[in-house]
T-cell receptor
Framework: NAGVTQTPKFRVLKTGQSMTLLCAQD?????MYWYRQDPGMGLRLIHY???????AKGEVPDGYNVSRLKKQNFLLGLESAAPSQTSVYFC??????????????????FGPGTRLLVL | AQSVSQHNHHVILSEAASLELGCNYS??????LFWYVQYPGQHLQLLLK??????LVKGIKGFEAEFIKSKFSFNLRKPSVQWSDTAEYFC????????????FGKGTKLSVKP
């Protein structure tokens, strides 16, 4: 049981190049997320998915696209990389359960991150 | 909109000192509350979480947090820190409904001097 894995671990791109980051989870979680982490900014949500075939925008979606063709995989694409996209990217997955007391409970589990440098 | 505020950007302590990191959030309804820790060069790991019930929750490595609903706070505590606790700590909040995203604070960097 590997949990959440991310590929690649590190990448250098030139401005204008494209790339795809892969996130995979083996916990059968419905929900998956892509975040970026920048110094002093915490984590900001880029896009997320509540199930296979569905995606939605988060707080900072511009310049990124995502796809969730299989339940276990969530891909993050950069069509034309910019220096402002230099960041560490984290994927997370979760299962949302209804609490007996009402409401929903959800814990996100994070992957190891992908460090991206755009020159 | 929901927001999470962590009061301290950088905390420096000596080993054996007590730790309290502040976290306040703005959200009026039921919440899921979390503290994550990120050791240097590593990914986020769940330290502890609160969904409901006893407002004092215990996590891994001797950490605990107290949910005070009236103050919209979820402060993290540890009675005696170790050098190995040097890391960045993130408070995060999610509304208890089925919708809504996990909102992170900007993080508090903890440096423990041996």
């Amino acid at each position: 049981n590997a949990g959440v894995t991310q590929t690649p671990k590190f990448r250098v791109l030139k401005t204008g190049q494209s790339m795809t980051l892969l996130c995979a989870q083996d916990m059968n979680h419905e929900y998956m997320y892509w975040y970026r982490q920048d110094p002093g900014m915490g984590l900001r949500l880029i896009h997320y998915s509540v199930g296979e075939g569905t995606t939605a925008k988060g707080e900072v979606p511009d310049g990124y696209n995502v796809s969730r063709l299989k339940k276990q995989n969530f891909l993050l694409g950069l069509e034309s990389a910019a220096p402002s996209q230099t960041s560490v990217y984290f994927c997370a997955s979760s299962l949302q359960v209804m609490a007996t007391s009402g409401g929903y409970q959800e814990t996100q589990y994070f992957g190891p991150g992908t460090r991206l440098l755009v020159l | 909109a929901q927001s999470v505020s962590q009061h301290n950007h950088h905390v420096i302590l000596s080993e054996a000192a007590s730790l309290e990191l502040g976290c306040n959030y703005s959200y009026g309804g039921t919440v899921n509350l979390f503290w994550y820790v990120q050791y240097p060069g590593q990914h986020l790991q769940l330290l502890l979480k609160y969904f409901s019930g006893d407002p004092l929750v215990k996590g891994i490595k001797g950490f605990e947090a107290e949910f005070i609903k009236s103050k919209f706070s979820f402060n993290l505590r540890k009675p005696s820190v170790q050098w190995s606790d040097t890391a960045e700590y993130f408070c995060a909040v999610k509304g208890g409904g089925s919708q809504g995203n996990l909102i992170f604070g900007k993080g508090t960097k903890l440096s423990v001097k041996p």
